[in-house]
């Protein structure tokens, strides 16, 4: 069964940094399109960032332009996140989500268990 | 960018009775790319619908959506005890801001 893991998720400072990672098992991630997706305490679903099947495209919400970074390894199926400037809006459970193509359009029919990362002093 | 509202806030029904979930797109979006996923608490999201009425593999045909343009639809005849959860419609063209979702709960 294919299925994405979320890792590096924790407690960090604001303004510090965080990595989060998305591997896949059972499942060739370079033909898709990956998104990440968090939910904070009490709120809904909220898209953060998304990028192309090859990895030459990236796109980001407004509230995390400029923060963090979404980058992918293919050769390795994995993903990263990469985290920074973190602020206590930014608590939430991340999930990484994979698209059933390679561009847009897709929607994400495949989603890993999240992680939960927590910004607080 | 454009925002979904999705309606009612919340519902409360009983196990086998119909839920009508709707979902406004500001602007119309175009070749009805628009999904609708079910998130329980601890658990990952699960689409349930895409292209605005197909249902994504393994989802019981009591589940249905509907509409076109800037109005969908999602609809779940009889309700199963699984079913109360939370509901959230996305576009996935070029934008893919979520609606704030609607609370479907046990009355």
């Known amino acids: 069964e294919a299925q994405l893991l979320e890792s590096g998720g924790g407690l960090v400072q604001p303004g510090g940094s965080l990595r989060l990672s998305c591997v896949a098992s059972?499942?060739?991630?370079?033909?898709?399109?990956m998104g990440w997706v968090r939910q904070a305490p009490g709120r809904g679903l909220e898209w953060i960032t998304a990028?192309?099947?090859?990895?030459?495209?990236?796109y980001y919400a407004d509230s995390v332009q400029g923060r963090f970074t979404f980058s992918r390894d293919n050769s390795k199926n994995t993903l990263s996140l990469q985290m920074s400037s973190l602020r206590a809006e930014d608590t939430a459970i991340y999930y990484c989500a994979k698209g059933n193509s390679r561009s847009r359009p897709y929607y994400f029919d495949s989603w890993g268990q999240g992680t939960l990362v927590t910004v607080s002093s | 960018e454009i925002v979904l509202t999705q309606s009612p806030g919340t519902l409360s029904l009983s196990p086998g009775e119909r839920a009508t979930l709707s979902c406004r797109a500001s602007q119309s979006i175009s070749n009805n790319y628009l999904a609708w996923y079910q998130l329980k608490p601890g658990q990952s999201p699960r689409l349930l619908i895409y292209g605005a009425s197909s249902r994504a593999t393994g989802i019981p045909d009591r589940f249905s959506g509907s509409g076109s343009g800037t109005d969908f639809t999602l609809t779940i005849n009889g309700l199963e005890p699984e079913d109360f959860a939370m509901y959230y419609c996305q576009p996935y063209g070029n934008s893919r801001a979520f609606g704030q979702g609607t609370q479907v709960e046990i009355k």
């Open positions: 059972g499942l060739t991630l370079s033909p898709y399109a």
């Open positions: 990028i192309t099947g090859s990895g030459d495209s990236t």
